[in-house]
């Protein structure tokens, strides 16, 4: 569980981690075990990786750094250009926003009761304080002094309101399941005060205020715009550094800075941010280095080699929970775990991670990699390091093909179109596939309909595994293993449900201990790991890329449910 910092500003010492090192064609990247981010740069020293400082440059003028922290903007600037490389946010309703265009732009503009911060710490936001006085309740302070958009006050009302329609199971929340499910109540307990009331013992419930789940929207707005809210036409009341200016469908998204913002500490320094959608990687990479568009976060993994090199800003490395897993859907051949092994065993995640990304990702054992967690961090680390590494064995995976027996038609693999890298993915367990006698099909769905899969059971019906890059709320694997193998989940393509897990899950959910929440993770990770619920693939960190006019973003990956545009400003070299 993140640290909570207290509602006097003061925050808990981090636990340091260690570092790992991944090899780039000869060269070294340092990519960092990540415990608490604000001590990273201790933590690239201690482990060898790099210099001294906080970040590493790989050898041979690859271009590639990780940094912990971003340099500092040196002043205001009027505006800034930022490119949703997955395209046009379907929606900017709170209720419905899970993706990663929507919540790059609904972090500048709409708030939590809590907030996730750079430094891998959750602290207040909308709640000026959080009390837990009973297992199963959290009480929250609401901030007073924060006005909407439109200069109403923020109240318990607007909170509450916000919070029970993400606990309705009827108004379409993609909270519902399995998070805002796990609510019993939500109640105004005082003129400045909620209590939310869980129907077990669980944490993250508190943790996910950070999140969409906790993104408090004005009441009477939002009652008034009914289902327009958060399209182009009805617009959003939130209380950001932002305010929604201008959506022109199809085009751009433009937010201008909120004078009246209530946290100073995050006044704006961009007058105008304009996001665009720019999706196919060739023209995003030339927008990039031409100057057109001023930054990204997920920059094209085929535009790496020239955007390493670029004069005209630069690339870097940051911390981030993402990654990418081969996710079987439950279809009759796959509920065989012989097959799901045999798939694991033919992905060469140390080429996959040298090829396609560039040097730019590291092959990935379980879901319980260090870099997930902000607690913890030794028992993370031990545990990981146990885990036999997924070297390719092919003659081991015909084995357990033959045991098996290959299925009468072949696998469909469901990719989304239009990333060439998911596509190269692909590509190499497909080739897999055909050395060890399991045939392999490739499909694609546009981004838009992609996005159903994890949602909607029958929309991935027809397939029998699909390749997911994913990006956790918090960095918590627990919150990963609630989302993937809980069995209320939604997104337990699966079905698994695992006694042994569940109680652990259980057990984990329920403590106040880091180190027992820990303890719980590991163990929920060694029977995934042999079991496969889901398969992993790399882990992949936060792609920045940020021309020379601009300097403050943020490295690592906060684009969700964080303000982190307000920090970018002049670099103070126009």
Not at 150 to 164: F, I, K
Not at 245 to 258: C, D, E, H, Q, Y
Not at 356 to 361: D, K, L, P, S
Not at 442 to 450: D, H, K, M, S, V
């Amino acid at each position: 569980m993140s640290q909570v910092k207290s509602a006097q500003g003061g925050s808990p010492t981090p636990e340091a981690g260690s570092a790992s090192t991944i090899r780039r064609r000869g060269r070294r990247v340092c990519l960092g075990l990540i415990a608490a981010l604000a001590a990273i740069a201790a933590i690239a020293v201690a482990s060898g990786c790099g210099g001294s400082g906080g970040s590493s440059t790989g050898s041979g003028g690859s271009g590639l750094e990780f940094v912990a922290t971003a340099p500092p903007a040196k002043g205001d600037i009027d505006s800034i250009t930022w490119d949703l490389p997955f395209g046009e946010p379907t929606s900017l309703n709170p209720l419905t926003a899970y993706n990663y265009s929507e919540n790059t732009v609904l972090g500048n503009i709409c708030e939590g009761l809590l907030r996730d911060n750079p430094a891998g710490e959750i602290e207040p936001a909308l709640a000026s304080k959080v009390e837990h006085p009973t297992p199963t309740t959290w009480v929250y302070t609401i901030r007073q002094g924060v006005r909407f958009w439109d200069g109403e006050p923020l109240t318990a009302d607007d909170v509450v309101y916000s919070l029970q329609r993400q606990i309705d199971p009827n108004a379409g929340s993609y909270y519902y399941l399995p998070f805002g499910e796990q609510i019993a109540s939500v109640a105004k307990t005082g003129p400045e005060q909620v209590t939310v009331t869980t129907k077990t013992p669980n944490y993250l419930v508190n943790d996910l205020m950070t999140s969409g789940l906790g993104t408090i929207v004005e009441a009477k707005y939002a009652e008034e715009k009914g289902e327009a809210l958060g399209t182009p036409e009805g617009g959003e009341m939130c209380t950001g550094p932002f305010k929604l200016a201008k959506w022109t469908p199809g085009n751009s998204i433009t937010l201008v800075r909120n004078d009246q913002y209530w946290d100073k500490s995050l006044r704006a320094k961009a007058a105008r941010i304009t996001f665009e959608f720019v999706t196919d990687q060739n023209a995003l990479t030339n927008a990039l280095l031409s100057g057109e568009i001023d930054g990204v976060y997920n920059a094209p993994v085929s535009g790496i080699p020239q955007l390493a090199k670029a004069t005209t800003g630069r690339l870097t490395l940051g911390p981030s929970t993402e990654s990418v897993s081969l996710v079987p859907t439950g279809t009759p051949p796959l509920e065989d775990v012989r097959l799901r092994k045999a798939l694991s065993m033919v992905i060469d995640r140390e080429g996959i991670s040298n090829t396609v990304y560039e040097g730019a990702a590291e092959p990935m054992l379980s879901n319980a990699a260090p870099q997930l967690a902000s607690y913890s961090q030794p028992i993370f680390k031990a545990a990981y390091e146990k885990l036999n590494n997924p070297e390719v064995d092919i003659e081991g995976a015909k084995k357990l093909i033959e045991e098996a027996g290959a299925p009468s038609a072949p696998l469909k693999l469901l990719i989304a179109s239009g990333d060439p890298s998911m596509a190269q993915i692909a590509n190499t367990i497909y080739s897999g596939g055909q050395q060890i006698g399991l045939p392999i099909k490739i499909e694609q769905l546009p981004p838009a309909q992609f996005s159903a899969i994890y949602f909607e059971p029958k929309a991935r019906k027809k397939y029998d595994m699909v390749l997911i890059p994913t990006g956790e709320d918090v960095y918590d694997p627990m919150d990963y293993y609630f989302l993937a193998a809980g069995p209320q989940s939604v997104q337990n393509f699966t079905g698994y449900d695992n006694a042994a897990v569940n109680k652990e899950l259980a057990e984990g959910l329920a403590s106040n201990d880091p180190d027992v929440r820990a303890e719980a993770a590991v163990e929920i990770a060694a029977h995934l790991h042999e079991d496969l619920p889901s398969i992993p693939v790399v882990l992949t960190p936060a792609r920045l890329f940020q021309n020379n006019r601009i300097a403050g973003t943020p490295s690592r990956w906060v684009n969700a449910f964080y303000p982190w545009a307000a920090s970018i400003g002049s670099s103070g070299s126009e």
